[in-house]
């Protein structure tokens, strides 16, 4: 029984892993090899799809790109919804939860309702093809994400620390800064790692609000296309350096995420 309990979780694991590596695999294979054959490990081992991903600008621009805009989305959004998230809880007002019902159904709509309209006012007023541009855009999605998870944590500290520290002389915006957000700093971690992820792996927006300066790496991977058809193992490294930056978020917050999970709001 003892075994079983151990086996069962690692061949679990083992099967969701073995997409990744498939992935990583793929990275180091020519893109002959991996139409030719079906191979475990590869045949052929090289480099050259990491080489060019490096050396050439279209590529790891489009990395670089992609950080640019998901960190100004970041935090634009947490900024924006933490005194939004702070009204929701400390504070009742006429329509206060019909609000925050109408800031869940943005997030509930697709991003191809708003491509042409984004696209049609950034064209007119010159945020066409910027960083910021795409942040913007990320944040009709991702500011009622992050008031919704901190209004969550923020109603579970107690207004009794509110009260105490304006007795104590704090003004309110020394209270919120040096007291307030500390108190919640899970929550915040929480907050900016799922509008970092939605920022990161979202296409639509980022391919139609960009066209050459601001291009994301998930619109470079789109385009791939040669007279002899994708390169694969091209495909394959870049989206496995994707994985990366996700990867070292979740080691960061994960602990975070988990207090996430135990308050209900995650």
Not at 50 to 65: A, E, L, R, V
Not at 71 to 78: D, F, P, R
Not at 154 to 167: F, I
Not at 247 to 265: D, E, S
Request: hydrophobic share 55%.
């Amino acid at each position: 029984m003892k075994r079983l309990s151990w086996l069962v979780p690692t061949i679990y694991i083992l099967f969701l892993m073995l997409p990744i590596y498939w992935l990583v695999s793929m990275s180091f294979k020519t893109t002959n090899e991996i139409l030719g054959s079906f191979t475990l490990v590869p045949q052929e081992f090289t480099l050259e799809n990491y080489k060019k991903i490096f050396t050439d600008s279209t590529w790891y621009m489009g990395y670089i790109n992609s950080l640019i805009y998901v960190s100004l989305n970041t935090v634009i959004s947490v900024a924006f919804a933490l005194p939004a998230a702070y009204a929701f809880s400390r504070y009742r007002f006429l329509g206060d939860k019909h609000l925050f019902f109408w800031l869940l159904t943005n997030r509930m709509a697709p991003a191809a309702v708003f491509a042409l309209p984004f696209f049609q006012l950034y064209s007119a007023i010159g945020l066409f093809d910027t960083h910021l541009a795409v942040a913007l855009a990320h944040t009709l999605f991702n500011i009622p994400l992050a008031v919704w998870i901190l209004e969550g944590f923020m109603s579970g500290v107690p207004k009794q620390l509110d009260e105490t520290a304006y007795v104590d002389g704090y003004s309110f915006p020394k209270f919120f800064m040096k007291i307030f957000i500390p108190t919640i700093a899970a929550g915040i971690g929480v907050a900016a790692f799922f509008c970092f992820m939605f920022s990161w792996v979202e296409l639509l927006l980022g391919k139609t609000l960009t066209a050459v300066a601001a291009k994301p790496i998930a619109a470079t991977m789109t385009r791939t296309a040669s007279t002899s058809g994708y390169e694969l193992g091209l495909l394959a490294a870049a989206g496995a350096l994707t994985i990366i930056p996700g990867a070292i978020v979740i080691y960061f917050v994960r602990n975070y995420i988990a207090k996430g999970f135990a308050l209900g709001r995650v």
